[in-house]
Nanobody
Framework: VQLAESGGGLVQAGGSLRLSCAASEFTLDAYAIGWFRQAPGKEREFVAGISWNGGDKSYADSVKDRFTISRDRLQHTVSLQMNNLKPEDTAVYYC?????????????????WGQGTQVTVSA
Protein backbone atom coordinates (compact mmCIF):
# COMPACT_ATOMS: atom_id res chain seq x y z
CA VAL A 1 0.00 0.00 0.00
CA GLN A 2 1.42 3.36 -1.00
CA LEU A 3 0.00 6.59 0.33
CA ALA A 4 0.75 10.00 -1.07
CA GLU A 5 0.11 13.34 0.57
CA SER A 6 -0.18 16.56 -1.39
CA GLY A 7 -1.01 20.18 -0.79
CA GLY A 8 1.72 21.25 1.58
CA GLY A 9 3.62 24.48 1.18
CA LEU A 10 4.58 27.82 2.67
CA VAL A 11 1.86 30.11 3.97
CA GLN A 12 1.68 33.15 6.19
CA ALA A 13 0.09 32.98 9.62
CA GLY A 14 -3.68 33.21 9.32
CA GLY A 15 -3.64 31.55 5.92
CA SER A 16 -5.07 28.23 4.77
CA LEU A 17 -3.89 25.04 3.12
CA ARG A 18 -5.69 21.89 2.07
CA LEU A 19 -3.86 18.59 2.30
CA SER A 20 -4.99 15.52 0.42
CA CYS A 21 -4.22 11.84 0.94
CA ALA A 22 -4.59 9.22 -1.78
CA ALA A 23 -3.52 5.62 -2.21
CA SER A 24 -2.19 3.83 -5.25
CA GLU A 25 -3.65 0.45 -6.20
CA PHE A 26 -5.70 0.53 -3.02
CA THR A 27 -8.91 2.17 -1.87
CA LEU A 28 -9.11 4.14 1.36
CA ASP A 29 -12.88 3.92 1.54
CA ALA A 30 -13.21 1.01 4.00
CA TYR A 31 -10.68 2.22 6.56
CA ALA A 32 -10.12 4.84 9.19
CA ILE A 33 -7.58 7.45 8.15
CA GLY A 34 -5.47 9.66 10.33
CA TRP A 35 -3.38 12.76 9.85
CA PHE A 36 -0.29 13.17 12.00
CA ARG A 37 2.49 15.75 12.07
CA GLN A 38 6.06 15.90 13.21
CA ALA A 39 7.96 19.08 13.90
CA PRO A 40 11.78 19.09 14.14
CA GLY A 41 12.94 17.61 17.42
CA LYS A 42 9.44 16.54 18.43
CA GLU A 43 7.46 13.34 18.48
CA ARG A 44 4.99 12.56 15.73
CA GLU A 45 1.58 13.59 17.02
CA PHE A 46 -2.02 12.92 16.11
CA VAL A 47 -3.75 15.81 14.34
CA ALA A 48 -7.07 14.47 13.06
CA GLY A 49 -8.76 11.20 12.20
CA ILE A 50 -11.90 9.98 10.47
CA SER A 51 -13.74 6.66 10.54
CA TRP A 52 -14.46 4.67 7.42
CA ASN A 53 -17.84 6.29 6.77
CA GLY A 54 -16.96 9.75 8.04
CA GLY A 55 -19.39 9.44 10.92
CA ASP A 56 -16.73 9.69 13.59
CA LYS A 57 -14.03 12.37 13.61
CA SER A 58 -11.46 13.40 16.15
CA TYR A 59 -9.09 16.35 16.42
CA ALA A 60 -6.16 17.29 18.58
CA ASP A 61 -7.06 20.14 20.93
CA SER A 62 -4.47 22.34 19.28
CA VAL A 63 -6.26 22.24 15.91
CA LYS A 64 -9.90 22.02 16.92
CA ASP A 65 -12.08 24.64 15.25
CA ARG A 66 -9.31 25.37 12.72
CA PHE A 67 -8.80 22.06 10.89
CA THR A 68 -11.44 19.88 9.23
CA ILE A 69 -10.97 16.32 8.04
CA SER A 70 -13.23 14.90 5.34
CA ARG A 71 -13.55 12.05 2.88
CA ASP A 72 -14.32 12.22 -0.84
CA ARG A 73 -15.67 8.86 -1.94
CA LEU A 74 -15.75 9.79 -5.59
CA GLN A 75 -12.06 10.68 -5.57
CA HIS A 76 -11.17 8.06 -2.90
CA THR A 77 -9.23 10.65 -0.98
CA VAL A 78 -9.13 12.09 2.53
CA SER A 79 -8.49 15.79 2.96
CA LEU A 80 -7.40 18.02 5.79
CA GLN A 81 -8.55 21.61 5.46
CA MET A 82 -6.34 23.82 7.61
CA ASN A 83 -7.50 27.35 8.33
CA ASN A 84 -6.07 30.12 10.48
CA LEU A 85 -2.67 28.50 10.40
CA LYS A 86 -0.14 29.38 13.07
CA PRO A 87 3.66 29.15 13.08
CA GLU A 88 3.38 26.30 15.58
CA ASP A 89 1.56 24.27 12.92
CA THR A 90 4.82 24.05 10.99
CA ALA A 91 5.69 20.38 10.56
CA VAL A 92 5.78 17.49 8.14
CA TYR A 93 2.25 16.16 7.82
CA TYR A 94 1.60 12.46 7.26
CA CYS A 95 -1.53 10.52 6.43
CA UNK A 96 -1.91 6.93 7.56
CA UNK A 97 -4.32 4.02 7.13
CA UNK A 98 -5.57 2.22 10.22
CA UNK A 99 -6.69 -0.98 8.43
CA UNK A 100 -9.75 -0.88 10.62
CA UNK A 101 -13.06 0.85 10.11
CA UNK A 102 -13.29 2.59 13.48
CA UNK A 103 -11.32 5.66 14.40
CA UNK A 104 -8.23 5.54 16.57
CA UNK A 105 -5.96 8.35 17.71
CA UNK A 106 -3.04 6.08 18.59
CA UNK A 107 -0.03 5.98 16.25
CA UNK A 108 0.24 2.26 16.87
CA UNK A 109 -3.19 1.77 15.36
CA UNK A 110 -2.02 2.86 11.92
CA UNK A 111 -0.39 0.39 9.59
CA UNK A 112 0.70 2.27 6.46
CA TRP A 113 2.10 5.77 6.23
CA GLY A 114 2.77 8.26 3.49
CA GLN A 115 6.10 10.03 2.97
CA GLY A 116 4.78 13.29 4.35
CA THR A 117 4.31 16.80 3.03
CA GLN A 118 5.95 19.88 4.50
CA VAL A 119 3.78 22.66 5.88
CA THR A 120 5.58 25.85 6.84
CA VAL A 121 3.76 28.77 8.42
CA SER A 122 5.61 32.05 8.63
CA ALA A 123 4.89 34.62 11.30
Amino acid sequence: VQLAESGGGLVQAGGSLRLSCAASEFTLDAYAIGWFRQAPGKEREFVAGISWNGGDKSYADSVKDRFTISRDRLQHTVSLQMNNLKPEDTAVYYCAIALRASLTTAKTGYRYWGQGTQVTVSA
